[in-house]
T-cell receptor, first 113, second 114 residues
């Protein structure tokens, strides 16, 4: 069974700090790793990483995939209170029409002013 | 473009009642997913469809849960009879026909079973 583990479970920082969120996975026939941000509503897509795209960056957020270590990190620099959310990691596997994702439990990030 | 649409946004019902949740995926997307989210278990995949056909329903908790996708623009998740432990947020998500894994989520239905 596919498995995704995120750490830490929760994190409290002050505005301006830099944070690193971790995601490790065990999946047969890995295809992709995705990061989502969930505030008080639905998860919204941040990044997708694959073997052909192991590093992504958007503004203050960046993510790297380490296929050797079966893990990924999500970095947020110069955090703002608006970054407070649950960050979810998910992995997809290849094989036919199998497009389902397995999600981790998430990291709850709280950014205090 | 409209995103994934779900209704109702909130549902409060009594134990034993039938509950029907509805979802309209993004136009042109051919994969549709139903998830349940709770504090204890996180985000769990219940069932997903590809081209209106159920591909994997291994996450459906029990026979009280059923899902249908009669056409490319509509899906339902039904719980009959509902129980208090079904209380959760139910999300519908869809993904594009290009085979990308990126799923786009609807706003969710918060279900409370008393």
């Amino acid at each position: 069974e596919d498995k995704v583990v995120q750490s830490p479970l929760s994190l409290v920082v002050h505005e301006g700090d830099t944070v690193t969120l971790n995601c490790s996975y065990e999946v047969t026939n890995f295809r992709s790793l995705l990061w989502y941000k969930q505030e008080k509503k639905a998860p919204t897509f941040l990044f997708m990483l694959t073997s052909s795209g192991i590093e992504k960056k958007s503004g203050r957020l960046s993510s790297i995939l380490d296929k050797k270590e079966l893990s990924s990190i999500l970095n947020i620099t110069a955090t703002q209170t608006g970054d407070s959310a649950i960050y979810l990691c998910a992995v997809g596997r290849s094989g036919g029409s199998n497009y389902k994702l397995t999600f981790g439990k998430g990291t709850l990030l709280t950014v205090n002013p | 473009d409209a995103g994934v649409i779900q209704s109702p946004r909130h549902e409060v019902t009594e134990m034993g009642q039938e509950v029907t949740l509805r979802c309209k995926p993004i136009s042109g997307h051919n994969s549709l997913f139903w998830y349940r989210q709770t504090m204890m278990r996180g985000l769990e995949l219940l069932i997903y469809f590809n081209n209106n056909v159920p591909i994997d329903d291994s996450g459906m908790p029990e026979d009280r849960f059923s899902a249908k996708m009669p056409n490319a623009s509509f899906s339902t998740l039904k719980i009959q009879p509902s129980e208090p432990r079904d209380s959760a947020v139910y999300f519908c998500a869809s993904s594009s026909p290009a085979g990308t894994d990126t799923q786009y989520f609807g706003p969710g239905t918060r279900l409370t079973v008393l």
